[in-house]
């Protein structure tokens, strides 16, 4: 379970993409894991997918594990609340935004090469990248240079040196690696309900209670 908690804190903090700038829209991955020794884990951890909200200023992830959910929401004073279900418990925290920028990868932990193998993602161009990490990891990315969220860097991947809104990705935590890859972006309208965040019906805990959760 505290493997569970830890990848979800992960995507919590990374999901949060001649240029269509992106402001309203849904964006929707897979998510498949491997390295996972814990079979509780493992077996929640099947037909992952991941979905990202924009509307101009408004922005929430939301995480479907069939057993388990989250969704993370940013609110209009700059703070992130998150919402988890784990099979009927539910518990809510909130981070302030340096909480949130503190649990991303720092630029200057890794180097970016991009490549010439290209291919064609949910209808999009996309290059690809080689990241190392300054730890001697590698993983890789494939962005399309097609759509840009506009410099907001809430809505980037892990991998903010990259320029681009980020397709097809892989990172890890705790010996486990994810891969994200994009099978839908809809840039039709969303309703302002998907960004409501809930006052009652949620245990609240602080933030060092989840980190203690995830063995973070």
């Known amino acids: 379970m505290k493997n569970v908690i830890a990848i979800i804190f992960l995507v919590v903090t990374h999901s949060v993409v001649a240029q269509k ?7 929707k991955y897979n998510v498949e894991m491997s390295g996972i020794s814990d079979p509780q884990a493992q077996a929640m951890m099947q037909n992952m997918k991941m979905s990202i909200f924009v509307k101009n200023e408004k922005f929430a992830t939301e ?5 388990m959910k989250t969704k993370t929401i940013k609110t209009t004073d700059n ?6 279900d784990m099979m009927g418990q539910k518990i809510k925290y909130t981070m302030d935004e340096k909480q949130f920028e503190d649990k991303k990868l720092k630029d200057d932990s890794y180097e970016v090469t991009i490549t010439a193998d290209k291919k ?3 209808g999009y161009n996309c290059k690809k990248a080689i990241i190392k990490t300054k730890d001697g990891k590698s993983f890789f990315a494939y962005f399309t240079n097609e759509l840009s969220m506009g410099g907001k860097s809430d809505y980037n991947g892990p991998y903010n040196k990259i320029d681009g809104l980020m397709m097809e990705y ?4 705790n010996g486990a690696t994810m891969t994200m890859s994009c099978t839908e972006i809809n840039l039709n309208s969303i309703s302002d309900d998907v960004f409501a965040i809930p006052t009652s019906g949620y245990t ?4 060092d209670q989840i980190m203690k959760m995830g063995g973070m």
């Open 63 to 67: 995480m479907d594990m069939g057993m």
């Open 79 to 84: 703070k992130f609340v998150t919402l988890m």
């Open 170 to 173: 892989s990172m890890e935590k």
């Open 21 to 27: 700038i992106v402001t309203e829209g849904t964006i």
């Open 204 to 207: 609240e805990m602080s933030l």
């Open 120 to 122: 064609i993602i949910a």
